[in-house]
């Protein structure tokens, strides 16, 4: 069964903010969130994790809704480079590893 | 410092026949991991191995076997390929300490196809 659930794709334009949602409604209380990306052609790479309140990193922030049922990924300025794959993921077991990954949002930025 | 490293980069088997798909790693991290991606699909956890002398299934380990050769290296063992698995298949690794998270960093990818 799938962990959470993510739009199949979005768009935006160049230079905008990107807020991609996820659902994640069976989470457990210890259950970090992670966000990885996929750029065409290449493996995955970490974008930002959080457990409850919301986290900023150089790459992007994480929001996480206050009972945790669902977060959203924001990036602050969109570019060409951003195009790619978004996966929001949960754990496979209790100690928050290995991760599980769902289909995830195919994200495309237009100039 | 190179990362996650695998071997080959790209494979063509015939079905029935067997090959090795090599991962190292020189970060010095505890756990590493093995996925496969179908095309237009998401990446599906084959087996994980959480540190030295343990390897656990995930959630597609049918048609596979792995072995935790020391710290660096988690190989991945087809021993007799089907059409089915053509796939990409991606390494990682991580750091792993009891619920503290630490992000996994990928391999390039190793391109199968079964014939």
């Known amino acids: 069964d799938a962990k959470t659930t993510q739009p199949n794709s979005m768009e935006s334009n160049e230079e905008e903010p990107v807020h991609l949602p996820c659902n994640h409604s069976t989470i457990s209380g210890t259950d970090y969130i992670h966000w990885y990306r996929q750029l065409p052609s290449q493996g995955p790479e970490y974008v930002i994790h959080g457990l409850t309140s919301n986290v900023n990193n150089r790459m992007a922030s994480l929001a996480i809704a206050e009972d945790r049922k669902s977060s959203t990924l924001i990036l602050h300025r969109a570019t060409l480079r951003d195009a790619a794959v978004y996966y929001c993921i949960l754990p496979l077991n209790s100690g928050n590893t290995p991760l599980v990954f769902g289909k995830g949002t195919r994200l495309s930025v237009i100039a | 410092n190179a990362g996650v490293t695998q071997t080959p980069k790209f494979q063509v088997l015939k079905t029935g026949q067997s090959m090795t798909l090599q991962c190292a790693q020189d970060?010095?991290?505890?756990?590493m991991y093995w996925y496969r991606q179908d095309p237009g699909m998401g990446l599906r956890l084959i087996y994980y191995s959480a540190s030295e002398g343990t390897t656990d299934k995930g959630e597609v380990p049918n048609g596979y076997n792995v072995s935790r050769l020391n710290k660096r290296e988690f190989s991945l063992r087809l021993e007799s390929a089907a059409p089915s698995q053509t796939s990409v298949y991606f390494c990682?690794?991580?750091?792993?300490?009891?619920?503290?998270?630490?992000?996994?960093?990928f391999g390039p990818g190793t391109r199968l196809t079964v014939t």
């Open positions: 970060m010095n991290h505890n756990s």
């Open positions: 990682a690794s991580s750091k792993s300490v009891d619920r503290v998270v630490y992000e996994q960093y």
